[in-house]
């Protein structure tokens, strides 16, 4: 029924947005690094098991592995650590902010990619969000060079993750990848792409890992990804991609409600203004 999709993409969004606040308190106790690293080495053993579980895990050929390999390490890997950088340099409702603008990069990624049509809403959701941004990143901050970089930071992450889902994964999905297969690989990928990435980033971020790190690694795994993208292929299942993917937007207002009642932030007038902005414009490119 579709009431039940749109129940399971709600739950979902829900869930994307745990993983999104909980990295905030996670790397006072955990590098990027490990964090990362950790979290998708979890992920990517939940989703084996549930896919043996289910029966779904299927070879579709090499080049739908190829295209999930992409998406997960432009998503998982780039787009995780540009967050998690985000995040150490500005607040958690200025990330999550920024970042949820993921719809309106994906939108942007098939126009440019997919050939698909460009419509007026994506370029007023383009204004509305620049504008946005910027009315986010003017902190009440003696070092705007930080907030800057912070805010600059989230935005990619965001443009990642939008181009990640929407032409690589997309594509992978109509070359026959059933969508626990692209779980799977998305996850993997994203580990591996960061086990690679230990050399470069290890001098520049020092090991850093107690144990109370790790707990938010696990909240952060199964709470967020897991079981986000769990509720989310649910929904695609029982309703068109059509139907539900407007409800993704609301990954942002429950991303900005946790940061107020769990990490006890409080937004400045001009942020709560920059918020509104980048919500209309994330709502304004879903009716696309």
């Not at 902190?139 to 989230?154: I, P, V």
């Not at 400045?268 to 209309?280: D, E, F, N």
Request: aromatic share 10%; glycine share 8%; charged share 10%.
């Amino acid at each position: 029924m579709p009431q039940t999709a749109i129940l399971f993409a709600i739950l979902a969004a829900a869930a994307w947005a745990i993983g999104m606040t909980v990295a905030k308190p996670g790397l006072r106790h955990i590098d990027l690094v490990t964090y990362t690293l950790a979290r998708w080495m979890l992920v990517t053993g939940l989703a084996l098991v549930y896919g043996f579980v289910t029966h779904r895990l299927a070879f579709p050929g090499w080049w739908p592995i190829v295209l999930a390999t992409i998406a997960g390490i432009l998503d998982s890997t780039f787009g995780g650590v540009f967050y998690l950088l985000a995040m150490e340099r500005t607040s958690a409702h200025q990330t999550t902010t920024l970042s949820s603008t993921a719809p309106l990069w994906g939108v942007m990624g098939a126009v440019l990619v997919l050939g698909e049509p460009l419509l007026w809403r994506v370029v007023a959701a383009a204004v509305l969000v620049i504008l946005g941004a910027v009315f986010l990143a003017e902190r009440r901050s003696t070092n705007l060079s930080k907030a800057w970089t912070g805010a600059a930071f989230a935005l990619i992450a965001g443009v990642l993750w939008g181009f990640a889902e929407t032409v690589p994964a997309k594509l992978a999905l109509q070359a026959g990848m059933t969508p626990e297969t692209l779980l799977l690989t998305f996850a993997l990928s994203g580990a591996l792409g960061m086990f690679v990435l230990i050399p470069i980033l290890r001098p520049h971020i020092p090991r850093r890992a107690a144990r109370r790190g790790y707990l938010f690694v696990v909240l952060s795994a199964t709470g967020g990804a897991f079981l986000g993208w769990l509720s989310w292929l649910h929904a695609l299942n029982l309703a068109p991609a059509s139907v539900i993917s407007p409800i993704r937007g609301s990954t942002l207002l429950f991303a900005f409600v946790y940061s107020m009642v769990f990490l006890r932030e409080r937004p400045t007038p001009k942020a709560l203004i920059g918020i509104a902005l980048v919500a209309c414009g994330v709502v304004l490119v879903s009716l696309s």
